[in-house]
């Protein structure tokens, strides 16, 4: 350790002078060497403070947590949690951002279709990366005509902002900013990709994320971020590192997919608690947003039925396949044959195993086989010798 002073060295002070100065000299000089001793390192300083905020994270038995807040929930299952970040997903043009007005509106309504707000009154900030000014205003446009809700409301309950115009080196202490300035209880980020260099850098990319855990905690809001997809269609994750780091981190990930009735439905596909129910909307004719759960239920059910239609005839036409291979053995052997026999045959011909093919003719003995004496007959009228 710096400035320690030895024992021996006070001893030769105290022989080079005499009197009452030898002894000033001594006591200045031991002072010296206790403050050093007893002044930590800069580096244990560094560690102990270190140490005692770790300590001040640690939850115990007696730790009270306060509960879970969601912005929204759908059924009673709530989503969008304060103090956490979150995802919207889906392919290019499947619905987010009209997804997004639905929540909005049910956050400044209190309720839109099924979604309901679990806050009051919330303070709503949007901030767009894609569009342009013209497209970002169309999101007032939709919310008042699907809440009905007055100017004045909405313009004191929201803050919307186009920023595509911003470079990605400013848009999170922008962010920062505005979050300071408005003290949102939701931030949407419609286009967080805007925020990296590239999606694909990974350090680049856990950095945001972190920033922003940090952020929502800080000022007590859930920040929900809008990302595309893979191009792939069988892809369904999100871009990129910064699509890998951001379904890791976040509490919902809400997905949106257009049906060939161009209804879009949105499921969670990475709950972190309870899976929110899915729920679906379309545009009318109009170009108005409106419900379409009923309709995708409607939709649901004639699929369940076309499946199992769909199962019922290839089970039958499976049945008919085997059941003409029996009879056609049975009848080359003169009308019957032992059951092992054709067991072999149905194995060999249909290429099933030898379980499969034994409980198919044990299920058909005595509907369309039959068992005489121990062999399987067509019919169950003896066989009468020549």
């Not at 060295?9 to 100065?21: L, P, R, S």
């Amino acid at each position: 350790m710096k400035n320690i002073i030895s024992q021996n060295e006070i001893i030769n002070v105290q022989q080079q002078h005499a009197g009452g100065q030898v002894n000033n000299q001594a006591q200045t000089v031991g002072k010296i060497v206790g403050e050093a001793v007893n002044e930590p390192s800069a580096e244990l300083k560094e560690r102990a403070e270190r140490l005692a905020l770790l300590e001040s994270l640690r939850i115990t038995t007696a730790t009270e947590v306060d509960p879970e807040q969601p912005a929204l929930s759908v059924d009673g299952v709530g989503f969008f949690a304060l103090n956490d970040i979150h995802g919207v997903k889906a392919k290019q043009k499947q619905g987010k951002t009209t997804m997004l007005k639905i929540c909005l509106a049910a956050l400044l309504k209190g309720q839109m279709f099924r979604v309901k707000s679990e806050l009051h009154e919330p303070l709503v900030l949007w901030l767009d990366t894609e569009q342009k000014a013209a497209d970002v205003k169309l999101i007032i446009t939709d919310v008042k005509r699907l809440s009905g809700l007055d100017d004045d409301y909405i313009d004191s309950h929201l803050m919307l902002f186009p920023l595509r115009k911003m470079s990605y080196d400013t848009l999170l202490g922008d962010t920062r900013l505005l979050i300071a300035r408005y003290q949102p209880q939701v931030v949407i980020i419609d286009g967080i990709v805007e925020y990296v260099a590239s999606f694909n850098d990974e350090v680049m990319s856990r950095q945001l994320i972190h920033d922003l855990l940090v952020l929502c905690e800080e000022q007590h809001c859930a920040i929900v971020n809008v990302l595309h997809e893979n191009k792939s269609l069988d892809d369904r994750n999100m871009r990129g590192h910064l699509g890998t780091v951001l379904s890791q981190a976040a509490g919902t990930v809400l997905e949106c997919n257009k049906s060939k009735q161009d209804i879009i439905t949105v499921s969670c596909s990475d709950p972190r608690h309870g899976s929110t129910p899915p729920w679906s909307f379309r545009f009318d004719a109009d170009g108005n947003i409106v419900d379409a759960d009923a309709e995708r239920q409607q939709t649901d059910e004639q699929r369940r039925e076309q499946r199992l239609q769909q199962q019922k005839e290839k089970s039958e036409r499976v049945t008919n396949e085997r059941l003409d291979i029996l009879r056609s053995a049975i009848q080359d052997n003169g009308g019957s044959m032992v059951r092992k026999q054709l067991t072999d045959i149905l194995m060999e011909k249909c290429g099933i195993s030898h379980s499969t093919a034994s409980e198919f003719i044990r299920k058909q003995i005595g509907t369309t086989l039959y068992d005489v004496n121990g062999r399987i007959q067509s019919s169950p009228e003896p066989i009468l010798p020549f």
